[in-house]
């Protein structure tokens, strides 16, 4: 097979890894606010379940997920597509890191904006929202773009549960072609631009958000 | 079939074929992390290399490694490595993968603690005439071990973790076995369960070892002999 072919074939399979990564990411960052706030400010039942999906979910593999829920779910009566399965279990794993996420950086804003927000008379919900969470965002975002990092890697998995993505395609080629050599160096190529881009986007992102937030003392 | 309900009569039949494989997992792992900490070593101490080329070359190796998955790492080593005479067993090829792989990131571990040695130390041990290995051995490593082992230990509980993937390249591991026994006996539930919960237990188990690990290593250091 020739060189452009073999490129042609696997920036198919990217696109399919990208579609992955673009649904996933912003089920995992739900997950990370609802159940990093929950272990935050909820009374004891909620908090307990949170602690349960986030000590589950990091405890385990997130290969074990993704068979659980492509697999297992079947027998309870849902039948679930690959795609969704590899979308729900990617977002559920990477969610339960991003909890602690959420909550360290809304641990590190000083305690006396709390205080300062209390003085002022706002409300529970003021406080959380326009006084806090606009400051812990920006704390957010640089562990949120290695999170965000670690997904892109995490799809390769889905290869596993026959979704024709990068790591799939590069596999049925090599398995056809024999030209190991070359499929599997253009592979590691692709994943490292699709994780430097994405380092890249957040990186600006995290500049445009720390606007106006006084960050780097007065110029 | 019956697949709607937990049936303790299968789980305890595949129970020991399920541990057995455990014992793949966690030699993988151990083995692992020998050559990871190996790698970090080298890859943290080139990074501090007098020649600039050296130093960039290994910065980008340690990004790249990062970044891509260990998925297709794992694949490249299997599959390409034959082509340059190199065959490795799975279990060998899972090895190379899983120390290459998490070696990049305890570089950045061991490079931060190496860094986080006073200057005042360095310029005791060069006043002391000290050779570069004697203030390494002697004087930067006995302090600087002890407040890397949490992250460390995190590492290697990420690593093994990741083991799983090892079944991808035929590894009979605690994952394929389970996968193995469900698709025989058309029941995914019990054998998947199981190998969650063992993992879970595992790594709660090794949490706890490291925090102790940690508490007893002495603060002051210790020497190498």
């Not at chain 1, 039942?45 to 993704?66: C, D, H, M, N, V």
């Not at chain 1, 297992?72 to 009566?77: A, E, N």
């Not at chain 2, 190496?114 to 200057?119: C, P, R, T, W």
Request: aromatic share 12%; no cysteine.
């Amino acid at each position: 097979m020739e060189f452009g072919e073999i490129v042609s074939v696997l920036l198919q399979g990217a696109v399919v890894t990208i579609k992955i990564v673009a649904m996933a990411l912003p089920l995992a960052a739900v997950m990370a606010f609802i159940f990093g706030l929950i272990r935050l400010y909820s009374p004891a039942p909620f908090k307990q379940i949170a602690i349960f999906y986030i000590e589950f979910f990091r405890g385990t593999s997130a290969l074990i997920q993704l068979y659980w829920i492509y697999f297992v779910l079947p027998f309870f009566g849902i039948t679930i597509d690959a795609m969704t399965a590899a979308v729900v279990a990617l977002g559920l794993n990477i969610g339960a890191y991003g909890t602690e996420v959420v909550r360290g950086a809304v641990q590190s804003v000083p305690k006396g904006q709390y205080e300062a927000s209390i003085a002022l008379n706002f409300t529970a919900r003021q406080r959380v929202w326009r006084i806090i969470l606009p400051q812990a965002l920006v704390n957010m975002i640089p562990p949120f773009g290695n999170l965000a990092i670690e997904l892109v890697k995490a799809t390769s998995l889905v290869s596993l549960i026959t979704i024709g993505d990068l790591t799939f395609k590069a596999k049925s080629l090599a398995d056809t072609t024999l030209q190991v050599g070359e499929i599997f160096g253009v592979v590691l190529l692709l994943y490292f631009i699709m994780s430097q881009a994405l380092a890249l986007l957040f990186k600006l992102l995290e500049k445009r958000l720390s606007k106006g937030l006084g960050r780097g003392g007065i110029n | 079939m019956n697949g709607f309900s937990w049936d303790w009569a299968f789980a305890w039949e595949v129970l020991p074929m399920i541990l057995s494989a455990a014992k793949v997992t966690l030699l993988a792992t151990l083995l692992g992390s020998i050559f990871a900490i190996f790698m970090g070593l080298v890859f943290a101490l080139l990074r501090r290399s007098p020649s600039r080329i050296l130093r960039n070359s290994i910065y980008w190796l340690v990004e790249f490694i990062r970044s891509t998955p260990l998925l297709v790492q794992i694949f490249f080593l299997y599959y390409v490595m034959p082509e340059f005479g190199i065959s490795m067993s799975p279990l060998m090829t899972g090895v190379f993968a899983l120390g290459l792989h998490y070696g990049a990131y305890l570089s950045e571990v061991f490079r931060s603690g190496i860094d986080g040695i006073e200057k005042g130390q360095w310029e005791a041990a060069r006043a002391l005439n000290l050779t570069t290995i004697d203030t390494y051995k002697d004087i930067v490593l006995p302090q600087a071990i002890r407040p890397m082992i949490p992250a460390t230990g995190n590492y290697i509980i990420a690593m093994f973790k990741e083991t799983p993937q090892l079944s991808a390249i035929t590894l009979l591991e605690m994952l394929q076995v389970a996968k193995i026994i469900g698709s025989e006996n058309f029941r995914y539930l019990e054998p998947f369960t199981l190998v969650g919960i063992l993992y879970l237990v595992f790594s709660i188990v090794a949490a706890f070892g490291i925090h102790q690990v940690e508490k007893r290593f002495p603060k002051e250091g210790f020497t190498l002999k």
